[in-house]
């Protein structure tokens, strides 16, 4: 030690009192770690998780997103049948024009000749005294639902276009509906396939459907 700077005795021995300081406190983190029950729950619970994202990826052909509709309501996993509800609107589309057309349009031609399915769902007015036509296409909004198999389906059908419906909820219900009514319809989806819903005095477009998806992730 004679050779020794004093000073730098003293550096080393501050390093290794803070290095024992520094061990007891990794040996005790250690041993709450491994000891204490909230933090292997923690950990437990981490590994669920993880199992729970990979059950609930989807086989091929089950890919909702390919339907286009209804999809921020998908739920992230399909373990347990859920209640689903929709509200589902009268609604037609309007299509206005004139023969003479306007500042902002130009003029189109009535479709005279033009031959539209029977049943009331599609509606050609001729042009009246100042030359104005008009087309209209009945249809719900939405027109179709993806669900699955085993969820407690509940639909409000709302009567918003169109003073009079008549609908039908295939196998399920059949009612009149006015402008202005609220019918609510509730049911359990339990077979997989396709439910159709129409309105027979709008008909063959005034239709959906309620597609009932397996529930294969929860199986497997
Ligand atoms: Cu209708």
């Known amino acids: 030690m004679k050779n020794v700077p004093r000073k730098r005795v003293v550096t080393i021995a501050v390093a290794a009192v803070a290095a024992a300081i520094i061990t007891a406190i990794i040996a005790v983190g250690f041993g709450y770690?491994?000891?204490?029950?909230?933090?292997?729950?923690?950990?437990?619970?981490?590994l669920q998780q993880q199992l729970q994202k990979i059950s609930s990826i989807q086989p091929p052909g089950v890919n909702a997103a390919q339907n286009g509709q209804s999809i921020s309501a998908m739920p992230a996993t399909v373990a347990a049948p859920e209640n689903r509800?929709?509200?589902i609107k009268t609604v037609h589309l309007d299509g206005n024009a004139n023969i003479n057309g306007d500042?902002?349009?130009?003029?189109?031609p009535f479709p005279a000749n033009t031959t539209y399915p029977k049943g009331g769902g599609f509606v050609l007015s001729p042009p009246d005294k100042t030359g104005a036509w008009n087309f209209r296409a009945?249809?719900?909004e939405p027109s179709q639902i993806i669900v699955?198999?085993?969820?407690?389906i509940t639909l409000n059908f709302v009567g918003v276009q169109g003073p009079n419906h008549f609908i039908d909820v295939s196998g399920i219900a059949t009612?009149?509906?006015?402008?202005?009514?609220?019918?609510?319809?509730?049911?359990?989806?339990d077979k997989a396939g396709t439910i159709n819903y129409t309105c027979h005095i709008?008909?063959?477009?005034?239709?959906?459907?309620?597609?009932?998806?397996?529930?294969?992730?929860?199986?497997?």
């Open 148 to 152: 699955y198999q085993g969820d407690r």
């Open 138 to 140: 009945f249809t719900f």
């Open 85 to 87: 509800t929709f509200w």
């Open 33 to 46: 770690n491994s000891n204490n029950g909230i933090s292997g729950n923690m950990n437990n619970n981490t």
């Open 175 to 189: 009612f009149p509906l006015k402008r202005g009514e609220i019918h609510t319809v509730t049911f359990i989806a």
């Open 103 to 108: 500042t902002k349009h130009p003029p189109e």
């Open 202 to 220: 709008h008909m063959p477009n005034m239709a959906g459907e309620i597609l009932v998806l397996p529930r294969l992730a929860a199986a497997q």
